[in-house]
Every structure is written in structure tokens, then in C-alpha cells.
């Protein structure tokens, strides 16, 4: 089976996060008033092959784990889904 | 002495620094060799040297995959050994990825890359790339990176400073670097990391020679 | 071969493909002329098929064939005993003795800079790095042109605010772009030029140039030769990115989305990690003397690499299709030919060496693919398997080297008479030199650069002696594998709309002299020129004769400095609105230093020197900076140039820099006397006290040929006396120290004043 | 009303993504087999005050169309909800 899989990858509570900073500075001037917490991370989106769900979610977190994030600034959030067939 | 030691310098698809960490090695009478980053061993190499560059394109982050790479390994267990290993920049973040230095490196504070020469500080002659120098000495180095700002959690941070592994510190802080940190070592001392590039800074006719203090005493550690 | 085998070959898999019934104006919505369908049915001796006229269609194109410019490029001096290859190839290569050749090129990545600053200006990169390493050269260095819309916040400009924002995005993205691929590829940014100015608010100039150095045996000429031999197609997937024009042909429209645009992308997106993996194993291919030829895949993509290395070695080539690595399913087989993916190139490879090709490529994680192989009869062949069915089958060197000429009309623009009356010298005189000066220094054509290479690495390879920020930026003439010397290479890029919209011959001529001299002022010989001609819509006559008038004023200064022109781009179509922008040609000049034991004095001011004006009295004010920018007078003539007097000047100034008689050296031109000055005291943290300057005229004219020279007072007999022997002009105009610039009756500031408004013109 | 927005930048099909391309290539070698069609995005998070969830999403999209993704080659996936009063 296939599996569709997002992984946000975003800095930890915390940790201080430059580009959200600059485009959350950024905003008023352009007209965006009311935007607070900007925080700029990464989506990863892929497809993968398992026999099942937990298999691939925990392929994934192990992704996670070794390569997707640097836990020492990190973290992430995995959402896997059962690929739509037509796809 | 400096002369005759032998410096592996690691190659990773991406690196492009490594030629100038040659030059450098040798003009200060080292004999340096490439070491390809699938090679599983470092030879009979005194030192590493991980140069600057973009180590495996470095897009999902500096230093994820090379940390993967086969000769790492090897370097790990070089480090282990207590043998002197050297990271520059891109290498300084390899080796932070490897779990080989504590903390990460973030973006600069201002998100643009720095080319430009920096007066850095000596904080401590306590590692092999400041043995010898005197605490507080200024060099002027160039920096040359998109990803320097040094960052660790607070406990952390106070064991660097607790311990006297804050090697080098920014004169003034480029990219808002945590404690204006330019370089750093592990508890031994043998293994360090720094984002400036002292193989730059080699050769009056390039303008400061200032990086041979460093690269001598790198050397003479091995 | 027979003639007649050429023109319809039965060969095994049957005969090319019948022509689909063809809508009888795709030919027209492909871009070509009706005239232009009937000489390719000539040359077929039938009509072409879809595939076949996509193909003509990217060949006959104006970017790739040149068939607006090229009757005029020819007038331009191309050889000298030291050009090893000259225009016409990826990139020119001059020998620079030792053993040694340096090649370079400039190109333009203008229009997609407009819509995707970052990734257009990156692909730019991208690009001009392969015309380089096709020759076998290692990119040392790169140079980038800039050219922008006003970006707001100046005295002089009341632009409306959204025109400026966008301009500022573009600025920003581009430079960050060039920042972005150059440095991660590890080829060092050293040199270039950024200036702002309306007529390309919407319509971007983005010139990159590249230099390279090989050992001389190592250079190879992008040719197929040795039937049988291998095409090997090496790098990146082919995707259906940078189709463009041609993707009307699809034959249906791709699901998703709002219809075909959305999956065919008209910007690509650069791979700098791919591209540095590319250079190794390329330079590699080449030292292991595997590869016959070799070719970048750019505009035109696969459909021009096949043809013109065949044609160039005067062959033939069969194409298998099914061979090419796709990035996408369901590609059809125009996509695959004119697809302009980036990071790939074409390989010649005879059969037996092609292991240790794959060898080498796989140390270096590039994909290697057989797409086809040399043939003789000069054919190109496309069939969609081996020996599977023939999809197109056209002489190469129709598609290569047979696109027709056209000698478009010319005509000068009807207000060249009114703009020329008018004079700059008739303006009124300011009432303060010293706050025009302030205002030039601030503006951002003129002020402070570092913002921009400060993004770029200017310092790898352990080469750069001069860094960005100087006349020229000069190099160590050092990479791995190259024979040890001391000699260095000194880079200057340059352009001026402004005076070559008041008179594009002349101003063009100037172009060049502050080219040269720039790098002169190092110490080091011009040797060789390559050119980027940014010019409006080719169908405007006006547009066809300031390209013309450029030309024959660049051919003039070349051959009166004897400078060959190895290389060059054109670049036509720069307008938005129907307003083409200025012409706009960029030089990009190499010198060559002998012995580059010491850096070259460079531009800053030391206390206590003496201070010199090399050259004739200019005073002419048309076309300069100051009339233009601060006045907004665009009329009037450009001031004279005197090319003998400038060769003259050359090799004195060569001269006195490397009898390092003089210790500070500059020379006069965006901005006149009165910014050179300012530079040269900001540089040198030191005032300087100036007299004899006959006015505004004088301080703010940009004639050309003129250099200030700064020498140690124990000296200055020696530079007066050299100068005078060679019957250049010189007068001693004054001297360095205290904090203050000050021109006698005309201007008195304080260098802080002058730094502070320098560095802050373009604000972060 | 607060609303908590996550805005995927995400490159259009047909774009070339080098990051997501290098990333596949590595994963065999890492141990991580079955895994197709990475691509690499951008996952911005904020907080946005406005009267309504309608309000809300327009804001967001002007963002987006103005500032946050190039529509020459990004497109972008806006997720507005309200946000948990406790945070
Ligand atoms: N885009 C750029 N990239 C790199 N260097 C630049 C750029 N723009 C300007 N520079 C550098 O700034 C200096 C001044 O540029 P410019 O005023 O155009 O010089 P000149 O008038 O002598 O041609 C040069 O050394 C040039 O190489
Ligand atoms: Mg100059």
C-alpha cells in the first residue's frame, strides 16, 4: 500500500526563528495588521510504501528521527494517510 | 613542529573548500591528502580537517546527510581516540550534525550569507586550535556562510562555558551567534569546530595571515 | 553519402513519421515566418512534422540563432595571435602563456530574472557556469551586471511606490540568487556592476559572466566526432520545464491545474549541488581523456546539443528518445527535445571507454545515459527506441548553422537630432558642488556595493587579491592542475545606458575604454573582451540601428586597443509597453598581470600623497551621471574620446602601476572627478585638498581617458616625467591629508559626510 | 477572535524541487527504501486575530498572494482554525 505522507518540521518552542521574526516585522507595513507567532519551518511531503499504517508511520518517525529534523532544535509533526487510489 | 605532520582532508560531494585546506596545510610545511567521503578509513592521517562547502548540497540542512556519510565513521572514531579533527564552516556544522559538537547552526540573524573579514577573540587556549595563543588574542579572519548562527540550549551553553570550550569568540557579532560563539571544541579539547575560514587567511597577498596561528597550532597538536 | 540519401533516408524502422495534419499556422504560433516554413521544406524536401518544426522553431529562434544580429556581429575584430578560440564557440579561450588558457563568456538571464528573480538569476548562473566547463576550463570566477528599476527611498526619485517595491523584490531576489547558486556551486562572485535607472522598472537586466582556466592541452570543442561513438546525456532529469514557446504543440492539454502553464513552468528551478557535481565529473571525464566532445545543454535543450555537435564535427546523429531520464510521465517527444532542464550535458564517448565514463561518473553521483550516437551523412535522426520509428530525421547543420539572416531595417530614432542640440553644459551651475556630490555618492547606481557581494563568496580558491569594490577585481592565476606561475588575471564588467541611449556608437567605444582602464588600473593588459548586447524589440528600427552603431563603436575601440572580442550574447525583446529600454551593451574585460607578487596599489587615498590628473581636460557634461540623474537632462553629446589617447593611457598607467611609482590609482567615470575623488578618500580614511578645477563642468563630467593617480611626494617628479614622455596629459591637481574633501571654490565636505552618504545609499 | 493558520508553500507540480530530488536520492542509502515523490516546502505558522474564519482566510490569502509564495512557481494549502482558548 501507499501511503501520503506531510512532516512539518518546525523549530521548538523557544528556540528563536529569524525568518519568522522578519516576515512577522514585515507584515504591518504591508498591510497585514493582527499577525502574531510567525514561525517559518518546513513541509516535507513523499510517498511511501507499507504494508500498514503503523508500518509507515513508523518508517517515518524514524525518518524523523535520524535525518528530517536536528532534535537539537526541532521538532516534528507526521500526518500519514492512505494514498487515494486514482492517484 | 608543524612540518611533516599528515592531514586528511575530507571530501563530501558539495565540498568546495577543500583545494584552499590543502594549500593552506602545506604552505605551513603539512602534507595533506583528499580523502573521499566513501573511503571507510583515514589512512595514517595525524589530523582531519572537514572543509567548507555545501557537503551533499546541504539543502535540507548543512551537515544532515554528510553526517551519513561511509568516512564518518571513521572520523568519529578518530575523534574518539582523542586524535586532533578540525571542522571548518560547513565541516564545524557536519561535526555538530555527527553529535561530534554539541549545539546547531541557524540561519544569521539578518538571513543573508556573510562574505567579510571578522576580528575574532581567542577564548580559550584550552583545544588544539588555540594552544599556545594567548586568552584575549585578535585575529582578523574571513567568514563565508549562510548558516553561522550558533545556538545550544542554556545548559549546554554554560558547560561550554564552564568547561572552557568556547574557543574563538566574535569581536562583534555577525549573524547572532549565542554568546557571539565563532568556534567551539568537545571536552577534550581534540576536536573543534569554527565558522570562520582560517585557510583564508594565510597569505599576505590575500591580506591577513592571521589563520596560520590557528593551523599551526592545529598542527602541532597532531 | 550520396546527396540523395541525405534528403529521405529509408533506414531500418521505416521512414520518418508522416507529417499530422498540421494546423496551416503552427508554423506562425511557433514563431516562424511563412517564408522561414518554406526554406525548411526545402532543405526536407518535404514538410516537416510537428516534432521536426518544434525543433526548427528553438534553433531558428532569435536566442539561439542570432538571426537579427548576426550580420552585424561580424564586424567585430576576433582574433589575435594569443585567442585560441574565438566567438561562435561555448566560450572563448585565450592562451595565456605557461601553458596555460583562460576561458570566459557573459550571458544574459534578463526575462526570467522579471517574473522569479531568485531562481532566474540562479539558472543564469547555472548556465554561463557550463559554457565554461564545456571547454574543459575550471569556473574560476564569476561577474554578474545588474541592472534594476529604481528602488525608492533617493533624493532623485519620485517613482510610484509599488513600481519601487517591486523593484526592490527583484533586486533582492536576484542578488540573493546569485548569492544562493554561485556560492554553493563553489565558484567565487568577484566582480560585477548594479545600477538602477527607470527604463528597466519592468524589464530587469541580469548579465552573468564566467572565467575559467585549463591547462592548455585540456581544451576540447563541443564536437561529435568518430561514427559510432556515444551521445551521453549526463546530469539532471529532463522535465518539462523552460518548454515555452513550443508548447502549443502539446497535443492535449495537461490535466490540472489552470490548464498547460501550470505543469509546464516557464521559470526552472537551479541545483547548484548538481551542477558542482556536474563540473567535477566533467573535468574529470576530460583529464581521464574519455570524452571526444562535450556540450552544455541550454537554450533549445537536447534538440541543440545533438545538432550542433554534429554539425560542428560534421556528422550526423541518431537520437533514442526512450533513453532520455524523464522527471515526469507522459512527455511527448517535443517535450523531450526542446525542454531546457538545467544541470545537464551531452557527452561524446567513444563506445569502449564508456565504462571508466561510468566510473567516473558514478564517484560522482551523475547520471549517465546513452541517448544516441554519432552517425555519418550529418543527419539527425530522433527515433523514439533504437531502431524504432523515426520521429524526425533533418540535416543537423540546417538546425545548427543554416537558420536564415535577416538584415532587419535600421533606422536612427527621429528625436536624435533634438537630443543632440540641446547641451548639459547649458544647465545651471549647482549653487553647492559639495551637496551634488553628496547626492551622487548616494545614489545607489554610485554608493557603496558591499551590500550585494557581501552575499557573495568573493574569496574561495584562495585567488582573490583584489576583492570586489576595486576598478577591477584581480585574481591569482592558480587552480588545481594548472602549471605554478605568478601571474594574475584582472576582471572588470561594465556597462552605460546612459550614454549609449544618447549615442550608442560612441557611448558603446566609452564602454569599452572604462573597461580597460578599469582593469589597467591594476597593473594589468587587457587580452580579451566578451559582450552582452541588451537591446529592445529587434523589429524597431530604431533597436536595429543602436545595435548596429554599438557594434561598430565597440569594434572600433577593440581594434584600436587590440583587444579581440572571443565571445558574446545578444539579447533582444528587453521593452515592457512597447518602450524598449536603453541600449544597454555589457563589456566584460580580462587583463592579465605578469607577476602578481604584491597587490596592486588600488584606490585608496594615503595622508601626504600627491595627487594627479592622467589624461586630456574633460569637461563635457552630456550623458553624465550628474546632468542625467541629479538634473534629469538626457540630451546634449557625450564628450570626446580619443581612442590613440587612450591607448596611451593604458600602457602608462600599466607601466607606473607596476613600477609601483604610484601608491593610489583610480579611475574617472560614474560621477566624474568629484566621486573618484570622494572614493579614493573614503577608501583611504583621509581628506584630500584639490584646487585648479575649473567648475561644476569639470568636477562632474565623465569624459573618458582621464585616471587620478596618488604617488609618495618622492615620487611625483618620476610619474610627471614618465607621463610627459609618452605625451599623455598630466597636472598635479593637489594632495591627501586632514579629514576634508576640497576642490577650490567649489566643494568642501568632510569625509565622514562623504562615507556616511556612501554607504547608506542603498538601505537595508 | 484568534485563529491559528498553517500556510503550505509548496512548488507547483512540474517544477523541478532539487531539495526534495537530493533527499530521495539519499534515503536508500540511509535505509529508508519505498519512498517516492519528496518534495520540500515551506510550513509557516501564525496567529491571526480577526471577527471570523471567513476574515481570517481572506487575510491569509492576501498574504499569500502578495508576499508569502511566487505564483510563477509556489503554490500554497492555507489551514485556518480557531484557536484553543487555553493556548
Ligand atoms: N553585483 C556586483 N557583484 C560583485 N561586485 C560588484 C557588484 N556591483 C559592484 N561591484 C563591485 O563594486 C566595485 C565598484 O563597481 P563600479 O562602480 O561599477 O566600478 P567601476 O565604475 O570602476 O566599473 C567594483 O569592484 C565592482 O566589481
Ligand atoms: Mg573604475
Not at chain 2, 164 to 175: F, G, S
Request: proline share 7%.
Amino acid at each position: 500500500m501507499t501511503f501520503d505522507v506531510l512532516v512539518e518540521v518546525r523549530l521548538k518552542q523557544g528556540v528563536a526563528d529569524p525568518p519568522g521574526a522578519t516576515l512577522e516585522r514585515a507584515l504591518p507595513a504591508l498591510g497585514f495588521g493582527g499577525v502574531s507567532g510567525v514561525r517559518v519551518g518546513k513541509a516535507i511531503r513523499m510517498s511511501v510504501d507499507a504494508t500498514d499504517q503503523a508500518e509507515a508511520e513508523a518508517l517515518v518517525a524514524a525518518m524523523c528521527d535520524r535525518l528530517l529534523a536536528n532534535p537539537v532544535i526541532e521538532e516534528t509533526v507526521i500526518n500519514v494517510a492512505e494514498a487515494v487510489a486514482a492517484q | 613542529m608543524s612540518q611533516g605532520r599528515r592531514v586528511a582532508v575530507v571530501v563530501f560531494p558539495g565540498s568546495n573548500c577543500e583545494h584552499d585546506a590543502v594549500e593552506a596545510l602545506e604552505r605551513l610545511g603539512a602534507t595533506a591528502e583528499l580523502v573521499f567521503h566513501r573511503e571507510t578509513t583515514l589512512g595514517n592521517a595525524d589530523a582531519v580537517v572537514l572543509p567548507g562547502g555545501f557537503a551533499h548540497g546541504d539543502y535540507l540542512r548543512p551537515g544532515a546527510i554528510a553526517r551519513f556519510s561511509p568516512v564518518m565513521s571513521a572520523v568519529a572514531e578518530f575523534a574518539a581516540a582523542g586524535r586532533p579533527v578540525l571542522g571548518i564552516c560547513n565541516g564545524f556544522q557536519i561535526l555538530t550534525e555527527a553529535g561530534l559538537l554539541p549545539g546547531a547552526l541557524q540561519k544569521n540573524q539578518g538571513l543573508k550569507f556573510l562574505c567579510t573579514t571578522v576580528e575574532l577573540e581567542v577564548a580559550s587556549n584550552t583545544s588544539v586550535l588555540c594552544s599556545g595563543i594567548s586568552i584575549g588574542t585578535r585575529l582578523s579572519i574571513p567568514i563565508n556562510h549562510f548558516e553561522g548562527n550558533y545556538t545550544c540550549d542554556p545548559v549546554t551553553y554554560d558547560q561550554l562555558v564552564l568547561e572552557e570550550r568556547i574557543v574563538l569568540r566574535y569581536v562583534d557579532n555577525p549573524n547572532g551567534s549565542l554568546g557571539s560563539i565563532a568556534g567551539i571544541c568537545n571536552e577534550g579539547g581534540n576536536v573543534v569546530g569554527l565558522m570562520p575560514h582560517p585557510e583564508r587567511a594565510c597569505d599576505q597577498l590575500l591580506g591577513s595571515e592571521d589563520g596560520c596561528v590557528l593551523l599551526r597550532s592545529f598542527l602541532e597538536a597532531a | 553519402m550520396s546527396p540523395a540519401e541525405d534528403i529521405d533516408p529509408v533506414l531500418p524502422g521505416g521512414r520518418v513519421s508522416p507529417a499530422e495534419d498540421i494546423d496551416l499556422d503552427l508554423h506562425r504560433q511557433l514563431g516562424l515566418t511563412d517564408e522561414e516554413l518554406v526554406t525548411i521544406e526545402k532543405i526536407l524536401g518535404r514538410p516537416p512534422n510537428r516534432l521536426e518544426l518544434a525543433m526548427y522553431s528553438v534553433m531558428w529562434s532569435e536566442h539561439c540563432s542570432y538571426k537579427s544580429s548576426r550580420v552585424h556581429l561580424k564586424r567585430l575584430p576576433t582574433t589575435a595571435p594569443h585567442v585560441l578560440v574565438g566567438p561562435g564557440e561555448n566560450a572563448g579561450v585565450i592562451d595565456v602563456g605557461d601553458g596555460i588558457a583562460v576561458a570566459l563568456r557573459i550571458e544574459s538571464h534578463n526575462h526570467p530574472s522579471a517574473i522569479e528573480p531568485y531562481q532566474g538569476a540562479a539558472t543564469g548562473v547555472g548556465g554561463i557556469l557550463r559554457d565554461i566547463f564545456t571547454m574543459g576550463a575550471r569556473p574560476i570566477a564569476l561577474c554578474d551586471s545588474l541592472w534594476f528599476g529604481p528602488t525608492g527611498g533617493t533624493r532623485a526619485d519620485a517613482s510610484d511606490a509599488a513600481d519601487t517595491a517591486r523593484s526592490r523584490w527583484i533586486a533582492e531576489g536576484v542578488v540573493s540568487g546569485i548569492s544562493g547558486y554561485g556560492n554553493s556551486v563553489g565558484v567565487p562572485t568577484v566582480a560585477g556592476e548594479i545600477t538602477f535607472d527607470p527604463c528597466f522598472a519592468s524589464n530587469p537586466l541580469v548579465n552573468v559572466m564566467c572565467v575559467g582556466v585549463l591547462p592548455v592541452e585540456r581544451l576540447v570543442l563541443g564536437q561529435a566526432s568518430g561514427a559510432g561513438n556515444l551521445a551521453v546525456l549526463l546530469g539532471s532529469s529532463t522535465g518539462r520545464d523552460g518548454i515555452g514557446g513550443v508548447s502549443v504543440l502539446a497535443s492535449a492539454p495537461l490535466e490540472g491545474g489552470d490548464g498547460s502553464s501550470a505543469k509546464r513552468p516557464s521559470v526552472q528551478v537551479g541545483d547548484p549541488y548538481e551542477e558542482k557535481r556536474l563540473i567535477e565529473a566533467c573535468l574529470a571525464l576530460l583529464d581521464a581523456g574519455v570524452v571526444v566532445g562535450i556540450q552544455d545543454l541550454g537554450g533549445a535543450g537536447l534538440t541543440c546539443a545533438t545538432s550542433e555537435t554534429a554539425a560542428r564535427g560534421g556528422m550526423g546523429m541518431e537520437v533514442d528518445l526512450s533513453a532520455v531520464p524523464r522527471r515526469e510521465a507522459g512527455m511527448e517527444p517535443f517535450e523531450v527535445m526542446t525542454s531546457e532542464s538545467q544541470e545537464r550535458m551531452l557527452a561524446i564517448v567513444p563506445p569502449e571507454k564508456m565504462p571508466r565514463v561510468e566510473e567516473i561518473c558514478a564517484r560522482w553521483e551523475v547520471a549517465a545515459s546513452v541517448v544516441g550516437r554519432v552517425t555519418p551523412g550529418g543527419r539527425l535522426i530522433v527515433r523514439d527506441t533504437i531502431g524504432g520509428i523515426e520521429l524526425a530525421s533533418v540535416p543537423a547543420a540546417s538546425l545548427a548553422d543554416e537558420a536564415p539572416l535577416y538584415e532587419r531595417p535600421m533606422s536612427a530614432p527621429s528625436w536624435d537630432a533634438a537630443v543632440r542640440a540641446d547641451a548639459a553644459e547649458h544647465l545651471p551651475p549647482p549653487g553647492d558642488c559639495g551637496s551634488d556630490l553628496l547626492a551622487l555618492l548616494s545614489d545607489p547606481s554610485v554608493s557603496d556595493k558591499s551590500w550585494a557581494y557581501r552575499q557573495y563568496d568573493h574569496q574561495l580558491f584562495l585567488n582573490t587579491v583584489v576583492p570586489p569594490g576595486g576598478d577591477a577585481s584581480v585574481l591569482k592565476l592558480k587552480a588545481p592542475g594548472l602549471p605554478a606561475t605568478n601571474k594574475g588575471l584582472a576582471i572588470s564588467v561594465d556597462g552605460n545606458p546612459r550614454w549609449c541611449a544618447l549615442d550608442p556608437r560612441a557611448g558603446t567605444a566609452m564602454v569599452v575604454a572604462e573597461s580597460t582602464l578599469n582593469v589597467a588600473c591594476t597593473g594589468a593588459v587587457p587580452k580579451a573582451l566578451v559582450n552582452c548586447l541588451n537591446f529592445g524589440n529587434p523589429e524597431h528600427p530604431t533597436v536595429m540601428w543602436q545595435l548596429s552603431e554599438a557594434i561598430d563603436g565597440m569594434s572600433a575601440a577593440c581594434r584600436a586597443l587590440r583587444l579581440p572580442v572571443v565571445g558574446g550574447n545578444v539579447s533582444f525583446y528587453n521593452e515592457s509597453g512597447g518602450v524598449d529600454i536603453h541600449p544597454t551593451p555589457v563589456v566584460g574585460v580580462v587583463g592579465l598581470i605578469d607577476h602578481l607578487l604584491r597587490p596592486p596599489p588600488g584606490m585608496a587615498l594615503t595622508d601626504g600623497s600627491v595627487l594627479f590628473l592622467l589624461g586630456p581636460p574633460g569637461t563635457g557634461l552630456g550623458g553624465s551621471r550628474w546632468a542625467t540623474s541629479l538634473r534629469g537632462f538626457t540630451g546634449g553629446t557625450l564628450p570626446a574620446l580619443n581612442l590613440n589617447m587612450h591607448v596611451s593611457l593604458i600602457d602608462i598607467v600599466v607601466s607606473l602601476v607596476r613600477q609601483r611609482l604610484v601608491c593610489g590609482v583610480h579611475d574617472i567615470s560614474d560621477g566624474g572627478m568629484a566621486v573618484s575623488l570622494a572614493e579614493m578618500a573614503i577608501a583611504g580614511g583621509v581628506g584630500v585638498a584639490v584646487s585648479g578645477i575649473e567648475g561644476h563642468a569639470e568636477l562632474f563630467s565623465e569624459a573618458p581617458t582621464r585616471v587620478l593617480l596618488a604617488a609618495a611626494p618622492a615620487e611625483a617628479e618620476s610619474v610627471e616625467r614618465f607621463a610627459r614622455d609618452s605625451g599623455v596629459p598630466i597636472r598635479m591637481i593637489g594632495s591627501a591629508g586632514g579629514d576634508r574633501i576640497r576642490v577650490a571654490g567649489l566643494l568642501d565636505v568632510t569625509v565622514a559626510t562623504a562615507r556616511e552618504a556612501w554607504s547608506t545609499g542603498f538601505p537595508e
